[in-house]
């Protein structure tokens, strides 16, 4: 049960990542996206993708758990274990990431920093 509120987190992050700018296109017609936005937009979003495929792991085990040993599934999955699967997940989802936003920071770039797009993707960035 704590595992799906863990992906419904994540649901949220993503959403909520994301939205911001497509409302943004929408109502007030923004097509481009700074540097600085478009970076932050990327960690966001690839947390969220790398959190997600960890949380879906960590439910595979959970169920292998109650289908496998179903009367110590108490003793075996604690809510301390809960609790380190979850910062197990959440940390290894951000320093996979973190080191790849400071490597974009000291690229250099030919044009400002502003992407034509309306939305932050690799290409853009690239």
């Known amino acids: 049960m704590y595992v799906l509120s863990m992906l419904a987190g994540t649901d949220i992050l993503l959403s909520t990542t994301t939205v911001p700018k497509a409302l943004a296109i929408f109502w ?5 996206i700074a540097f600085d936005a478009c970076i932050t937009q990327m960690f966001f979003i690839h947390v969220a993708f790398v959190a997600e495929s960890r949380i879906l792991l960590a439910m595979a085990f959970d169920r292998y758990v109650a289908i496998c040993a179903p009367l110590r599934y108490t003793t075996i999955l604690t809510p301390m274990v809960i609790g380190k699967m979850t910062l197990a997940i ?9 080191p790849i936003i400071f490597l974009l920071k000291r690229l250099p770039y030919c044009q400002t920093e502003i992407i034509p797009n309306s939305y932050c993707e690799h290409i853009g960035v690239a």
């Open 90 to 98: 959440w940390g290894r989802s951000i320093g996979t990431i973190f």
């Open 28 to 32: 007030v017609h923004a097509r481009e």
